[in-house]
């Protein structure tokens, strides 16, 4: 038999049967007629540990703001293009060890944070390969640029 539950219900059933190691910071419920995830949530903040000079990095990240077009080449089994990665980065951080990137994605507009954190600071792909990098949270950004969330 099939039942709506709550929730706080399946909050605890998740908790119950997943993991030690994980964990359900929160449930909530979603109307049965909502919009596709892909249409509320359209930034990500993402964090990762790296090892740079604090002097190099501000430069660098001076260096990429002071820019109107910062271009990655994006490579796939099926294609090679040129990604403007300028308009898709809103804030980056470095301070203490640790790198803060905020990413606009959707359609025909995203880069994978490594990409991006490598291009912006010369890594090289050994480098780049051993960054562990964390999304930390989403957001809506609506078409005033305002951020919503997190969500």
């Known amino acids: 038999m099939l ?7 399946t909050k605890e059933l998740l908790a ?15 109307p049965v007629i909502s919009k596709p995830v892909e249409l509320l ?24 703001f ?7 080449e994006r490579i796939t089994d099926k294609s090679r293009r040129s990604i ?17 990137i905020l990413l606009r994605f959707g359609p025909n507009r995203t880069v994978k944070p ?16 051993a960054l562990k990098i964390n999304r930390d949270e989403f957001y809506f950004e609506t078409e005033k640029k305002e951020l919503i969330g997190p969500i």
């Open 16 to 30: 119950k049967n997943m993991p030690p190691a994980l964990g359900v910071l929160a449930a909530s419920n979603v």
């Open 66 to 72: 002071s820019t109107t077009e910062f271009l990655v």
């Open 41 to 64: 949530v359209n930034v990500a903040r993402y964090s990762t540990e790296m090892s740079l000079d604090s002097e190099f990095a501000a430069q660098k990240i001076k260096d990429f």
């Open 114 to 129: 490594d990409m991006a954190i490598q291009k912006i600071f010369g890594l090289t792909d050994e480098q780049k390969t």
């Open 84 to 100: 403007d990665v300028r308009p898709l980065v809103i804030d980056l951080k470095y301070a203490g060890g640790k790198t803060g």
């Open 3 to 9: 039942r709506r539950i709550s929730a706080e219900e």
